[in-house]
């Protein structure tokens, strides 16, 4: 089955950069399109990123533009986000998440999402 | 960026209870809409798109309906489980994908 696992969260000072990992399994991973969500403490849920099934196109929130950059390596099935200039409001949990087209980029849901690694932003 | 407001933002039931949520966009996004149920803890998961198309494996007593800017979430008889935040979640328009606040279904 459909397995998305995130790792690379932790405590990170203000201004630092963090990098997140998502390793998939279980489906062809360099065909689909694929997703960074992110949830604050509490709060609801914000789409952050996208990028295409062969990084040739990504889009961003307006929130983290110039600041976060997604990106992929299909010859591992793994799906990134290098978070620089972190500040103390992206403090949340990043979830992964499969797009639902595949070989193209296309408006859909996000379906499955991975259990999601924790960033906290602090001094 | 469309906006969706959810209404209402919590509800409490009992077990056999029919419910609806509501989600409203701020502008037409035809039947681009998906729901999302959540648990603490827990990874979101998808259990209607294009609005009222059932997720393979989801019970048959979730429901949803609508179109343009208005839209509702059913469960026809709420069993334990139920219990969760739901969230709306438009994909009409990109970037940037949308949610709603979430409504959360508690326990009466």
């Known amino acids: ?123 | 960026a469309i906006q969706l407001t959810q209404s209402p933002s919590s509800l409490s039931a009992s077990v056999g209870d029919r419910v609806t949520i509501t989600c409203r966009a701020s502008q037409g996004i035809s039947s681009a809409l998906a729901w999302y149920q959540q648990k603490p803890g827990k990874a979101p998961k998808l259990l209607i798109y294009d609005a009222s198309s059932l997720e393979s494996g989801v019970p048959s007593r979730f429901s949803g309906s609508g179109s343009g800017t208005d839209f509702t979430l059913t469960i026809s008889s709420l069993q334990p489980e139920d219990f969760a935040t739901y969230y709306c979640q438009q994909f009409n328009s990109y970037p940037p994908y949308t949610f709603g606040q979430g409504t959360r279904l508690e326990i009466k």
């Open chain 1, 1 to 123: 089955q459909v397995q998305l696992v995130e790792s690379g969260g932790g405590v990170v000072q203000p201004g630092r950069s963090l990098r997140l990992s998502c390793a998939a399994s279980g489906f062809t991973f360099s065909s689909y399109g694929m997703h960074w969500v992110r949830q604050a403490p509490g709060k609801g849920l914000e789409w952050v990123a996208v990028i295409s099934y062969d990084g040739s196109n990504k889009y961003y929130a307006d929130s983290v533009k110039g600041r976060f950059t997604i990106s992929r390596d299909n010859s591992k099935n793994t799906l990134y986000l290098q978070m620089n200039s972190l500040r103390a409001e992206d403090t949340a949990v990043y979830y992964c998440a499969k797009d639902n087209w595949n070989y193209v980029l296309a408006p859909c849901w996000f379906d499955p999402w991975g259990q999601g690694t924790l960033v906290t932003v602090s001094s």
